[in-house]
């Protein structure tokens, strides 16, 4: 199975993102064989729409889950959209997420969002 693990690094001993939208790497994983691609994300610096905009290069990457911190409501109803399962909470590194995928030690979010939109800005300091 694809998935894609947000990624603050480009490899499997990075650390976890907990941004979706805003992460800095999504790393596409093999969960067979641990064989994985790194991808930038080219929506990290966007002003707006970072969620549906890695959703839809998530889903062009062929992964049928992701795995990360948090995901917000454009990004939730994005990759529900497109038939990608999402799993949230994750933290520690990326190999070690992929161990617990596999395992099944990670909840399946199917509800709705974990955080609110715009959640990975920066909160508003420093801004006017």
Do not use: W
Request: aromatic share 6%; charged share 20%.
């Amino acid at each position: 199975m694809r998935i894609c693990v947000t990624s603050q690094g480009k490899d499997l001993d990075s650390e976890v993102d907990p941004r979706f939208g805003r992460c800095a790497y999504f790393l596409i994983v093999d969960t067979e064989n641990m064989e994985f691609e790194a991808v930038l994300n080219g929506g990290v610096g966007a002003a707006g729409g970072a969620g549906i905009q890695a959703a839809q290069a998530i889903a062009g990457l062929g992964a049928e889950a992701v795995v990360t911190g948090n995901v917000g409501p454009n990004a939730f109803e994005a990759l529900n959209a497109a038939g990608i399962r999402m799993f949230t909470g994750a933290s520690g590194t990326v190999r070690r997420t992929v161990e617990e995928f596999k395992a099944g030690a990670l909840k399946e979010t199917t509800a709705g969002p974990t955080t609110g939109s715009h959640s990975g800005m920066g909160g508003g300091r420093g801004r006017m």
